[in-house]
């Protein structure tokens, strides 16, 4: 007998959830020993079983043993073939399993972690099955990042009308059949990402019209990642009232400029989320300063330009700001590379005034700034930061540029930060630790932090030198109680740098456990 509760489809597919994903017992294979215990949750716990799988091979080597083999090879790993033909009981097999897949994860990265390929023959015989309808008639996810032409006819039988996310190679998108049987036959897709190389260097070019026409025909896109489309697609997206995250990479700069007059609004009303790859931070500027919209986050990168100057980095922080709604915008993301080198630029570099506009953002919680250019902050400016993004947990400044940072910032002013951003679970900047960094048996008695505590769990010290661990390693386990990962950011592979910090991180967990200990002692006398 039974508690009756277990009666219950969805209490059986939460038990069966939890299950499956407990990878301290297997629970894969836990679940599939339950699903033959008992007919009352055989099925569901089959459903929750097979509702993701990591290739289509794994369903194939369900089948009798009779029907296929696997053969490994230097060049392409492993194999999957046919011995003989699919029966109709073959097929019968696969069908009862393939009705309940709802997430398909058949991705390069598991092919090179022992999933096996498919051979011509499999593909073949996928491709052509013996009634018409869906090979995953329940198919919800499909991710397919192989670049590889031969899956074409396959991956046309994937096509279904519960598909809403799709992640798909390049050469779908290229192929007029392919794309129109991907608008008529999942007229519900929600979730578009195209992987691989670009669809095209040219907006009018005619895969760039191929993959035209397939967006125009989708009407219900909430989030688009890819290289960017021509103008009637632009158009298209940023008038759709269910898109709210968009992603895109521009080839030129003259491309992006064309897209100006389709950007004023209404465009993109609905925003959370925008990621723009460019080529150049004026052109990305211009852009700014005609739309008008409302995301929750934005992220820029910029590729190698000629030069860059701290006017540039102002003008776009203004930009930003006249185009975001400053009580919405929460997190910023901007990294610029230069071919110039900072002792080319006769400017002084970038100072809190070169980025003031983006501390009218007052929800701000997540901050990347990461530009080849030289970084001057000192206490007082990043106090003033802190002081205007209470609300921040990720700070990142010049952590893969590190070697052009000019930092007055001390312990003091590291101090003031977590202080003031109770939240900041994470921090990467450059920190003159010059005071305080001195042998351990001239450290003063008093506590340097004055009792401050932080939530921080990672910090990276960009171009940070010290010389005594022990006495870093000890201010940072006092101010920072919950610290487990440390790291010096060296980008001038400097050794004795690298060295000092590997030691601190590996101090950290002791001095931790010494001040939870003693703690303990102190507050049950």
């Known amino acids: 007998m039974h508690h009756r509760c277990l009666d219950i489809i969805e209490v059986q597919r939460t038990i069966f959830h939890h299950v499956r994903n407990d990878s301290e017992y297997n629970g894969k294979v836990t679940l599939a020993r339950l699903a033959r215990v008992s007919r009352v949750f055989s099925n569901t716990a089959l459903d929750v079983l097979w509702e993701q799988l990591a290739s289509i091979a794994y369903l194939i080597r369900c089948l009798p043993p009779d029907l296929w083999r696997v053969r490994s090879g230097e060049t392409v790993g492993k194999m999957l073939s046919f011995k003989r033909k699919m029966t109709q009981s073959d097929w019968d097999t696969f069908f009862r399993y393939s009705s309940r897949i709802r997430t398909l994860l058949d991705s390069e990265f598991n092919l090179k972690h022992g999933c096996s390929r498919l051979a011509k023959d499999v593909i073949f015989a996928l491709s052509h099955p013996p009634c018409y309808g869906p090979l995953l008639p329940n198919l919800k996810t499909l991710f397919w990042d192989t670049a590889d032409a031969k899956y074409g006819p396959l991956l046309q039988w994937l096509f279904t009308r519960s598909l809403v996310n799709v992640v798909l190679p390049h050469f779908v998108f290229c192929s007029p059949e392919m794309s129109l049987q991907l608008t008529s036959r999942c007229p519900s897709l ?42 009637a697609t632009i158009f298209h997206i940023s008038r759709l009232p269910s898109l709210v995250k968009l992603s895109l990479r521009f080839e030129d700069d003259l491309q992006l400029q064309t897209l100006r007059p389709n950007l004023t609004p209404p465009a993109f009303a609905s925003l959370e989320s925008l990621i723009l790859q460019v080529h150049n931070l004026p052109t990305l500027t211009s852009l700014l300063e005609v739309i008008r919209f409302r995301p929750l986050s934005v992220s820029f990168t910029v590729a190698v330009m000629p030069t860059l100057d701290m006017s540039m980095i102002h003008q776009f922080s203004i930009a930003l700001v006249n185009a975001c709604d400053r009580e919405r915008l929460c997190k910023i993301s901007l990294s610029v590379k230069s071919e110039q080198w900072p002792d080319d630029i006769d400017s002084p570099g970038i100072s809190l005034s070169t980025v003031q506009p983006f501390l009218t953002f007052s929800n701000m919680e997540f901050f990347e700034f990461d530009v080849n250019c030289t970084l001057s902050f000192n206490d007082n400016a990043l106090d003033k930061l802190a002081e205007s993004w209470p609300k921040l947990t990720y700070l990142s400044l010049n952590k893969k540029s590190g070697r052009w940072i000019d930092s007055r910032v001390t312990h003091r002013g590291l101090i003031k930060l977590l202080s003031r951003c109770a939240a900041l679970n994470e921090i990467a900047l450059s920190v003159d630790f010059t005071d305080i960094d001195q042998p351990h048996s001239e450290v003063p008695s008093s506590r340097p932090g004055n009792g401050t505590t932080s939530q921080c769990q990672i910090a990276h010290f960009v171009e940070s030198d010290i010389k005594f661990p022990v006495t870093i390693a000890a201010f940072l386990s006092d101010i920072c109680p919950r610290l487990c990962k440390v790291s010096g950011e060296d980008h001038t592979c400097t050794i004795v740098r690298s060295d000092g910090w590997r030691e601190v991180n590996s101090l950290l967990p002791v001095f931790l456990a010494v001040r939870r200990q003693c703690k303990k002692w102190y507050t049950g006398r």
């Open 190 to 231: 929600k979730h578009v990402r195209v992987t691989a190389e670009s669809l095209a260097r040219s907006p009018n070019s005619d895969d760039s019209k191929i993959f035209s026409d397939l967006i125009l025909g989708l009407h219900s896109l909430e989030s688009l990642e890819c290289h960017a489309p021509n103008k």
